[in-house]
């Protein structure tokens, strides 16, 4: 079965300090994956999203994350962090036959950002 | 072009009460889910659908119900709310496939 692990609950960073968030993924096929960022008391918005092609992709706000197929890792990384970083960040892979379009979320990585 | 909206925000149920969650898209996307939201789990798949007339059972269906009889819309019925629905939820819609899913803004549904 597909599944998605973010080792880490919690991670502070200072601003300006690069920032590197984990993902591990259970998946049989080449997956569907997506790094989504929630804001406190917002929905959810998508960061980039990886499905073929070059595995270094590049996202909204200076994210950028790699896809290594031989670890089973999308990790997430930023060069050098803001505040407004300060966020919730999931990992998602897409999950199922067809064309559904299916999620399967991490549990989340809180971002603490220290002046 | 409002996107996904979620109505109510918030609400506090009684055990056994009933509601519905309500959910409207204006992107003409044909997919929609529902998930909910509780701390250090992530986001579990409820129910999707994949037209109008069309609805399927995700991760964790059970005390749930869904209808999907127009595109835009997409409500959740709780029939006997239990303190195990305490939890947020959000509503998406999306083009299917590796595509973005789109999502509304919550609703945090409390039940005492």
């Known amino acids: 079965a597909q599944s998605v692990t973010q080792p880490d609950i919690h991670i502070t960073v200072s601003e300006g300090a690069s920032l590197e968030l984990r993902c591990n993924y259970s998946?049989?096929?080449?997956?569907?994956l997506f790094w989504y960022v929630q804001s406190p008391g917002q929905g959810l918005q998508l960061l980039l999203k990886?499905?073929?092609?070059?595995?270094l992709v590049q996202g909204i706000k200076g994210f950028e994350a790699e896809f290594k197929r031989s670890q089973s890792s999308f990790n997430l990384r930023k060069p050098s962090v803001h505040w407004s970083d300060a966020a919730e960040y999931f990992c998602?892979?897409?999950?199922?036959?067809?064309?559904?379009?299916?999620?399967?979320f991490g549990q989340g990585t809180t971002l603490q950002v220290k002046p | 072009n409002a996107g996904v909206t979620q109505t109510p925000k918030f609400r506090i149920l009684k055990i056994g009460q009933s509601m519905t969650l309500q959910c409207t898209q204006d992107?003409?996307?044909?997919?929609m889910y529902w998930y909910r939201q509780d701390p250090g789990m992530g986001l579990k798949l409820i129910y999707y659908?994949?037209?109008?007339?069309?609805?399927d059972k995700g991760e964790v269906p059970n005390g749930y119900n869904v209808s999907r009889s127009t595109t835009e819309d997409f409500p959740l019925r709780l029939e006997l709310a239990a303190p195990s629905q305490t939890s947020v939820y959000f509503c998406?819609?999306?083009?299917?496939?590796?595509?973005?899913?789109?999502f509304g803004p919550g609703t945090r549904l409390t039940v005492t």
């Open positions: 990886y499905f073929s092609g070059d595995t």
């Open positions: 998406a819609s999306g083009a299917g496939g590796p595509y973005e899913q789109y």
């Open positions: 992107m003409n996307h044909n997919y």
């Open positions: 659908s994949v037209g109008a007339g069309i609805t």
């Open positions: 998602a892979v897409g999950a199922g036959s067809g064309n559904t379009g299916k999620l399967i």
């Open positions: 998946y049989g096929a080449t997956p569907y």
